[in-house]
């Protein structure tokens, strides 16, 4: 199931159904927004998928040779350069949305090894990071860091 309503209590229904059908759910935005920060849009991925997604599907990622100057939302990968070459190169989102894919990866890691389902795992990193839950738009790389760095800490743990 792809999902593009971020409505709280249809996210919840939703993760519900997916468990007891065992399908997955996605979800679904237009586009990856351009902020200052990208850690921030980071932090909302992690949040969705702490809420139950199993992915996260974008409905636009290519630009054209002119975002080169001016970007768009649908920037993810830059088609030529400005010297004029076809090579494709990816942003600084694209590359942002790889770390997410790790650091998910990461917390799978941690939720195998403490036998956690995802609820667990969400409340474990809530305490570790509460803005996750309620502002993920406020958190920052430094945030992040020490979000990854109590997750490293668990694993190593006996």
């Known amino acids: 199931m792809t999902i593009s309503d971020t409505d709280p209590y249809t996210w919840k ?32 991925a992690l949040s969705y998928f702490l809420a139950g997604a199993d992915g996260w599907s ?8 002119e975002n080169w100057l001016r970007a768009t939302h649908q920037s993810l990968l830059y088609c030529g350069t400005p010297l004029g070459t076809e090579t ?16 998910i990866e990461y917390m799978f890691l941690l939720q195998k090894k403490m036998g956690w389902n995802r609820k667990q795992l969400a409340d474990f ?6 803005a996750l839950a309620q502002h993920p738009e406020d ?20």
């Open 125 to 130: 990193l809530h305490r570790q990071l509460p």
């Open 13 to 44: 229904e939703l993760r519900r159904r997916s468990e007891f059908t065992g399908e997955k759910l996605w979800l679904q935005t237009p586009f990856v927004p351009i902020s200052g920060m990208l850690a921030s849009t980071e932090a909302t």
């Open 139 to 158: 958190i920052d790389s430094r945030d992040l860091y020490l979000l990854r760095r109590s997750v490293q800490q668990a694993l190593d743990a006996p």
């Open 88 to 103: 494709a190169v990816s942003s600084m989102r694209l590359k942002m949305l790889r770390r997410t894919v790790q650091d």
């Open 58 to 65: 974008i409905r636009e990622t290519i630009g054209r040779p």
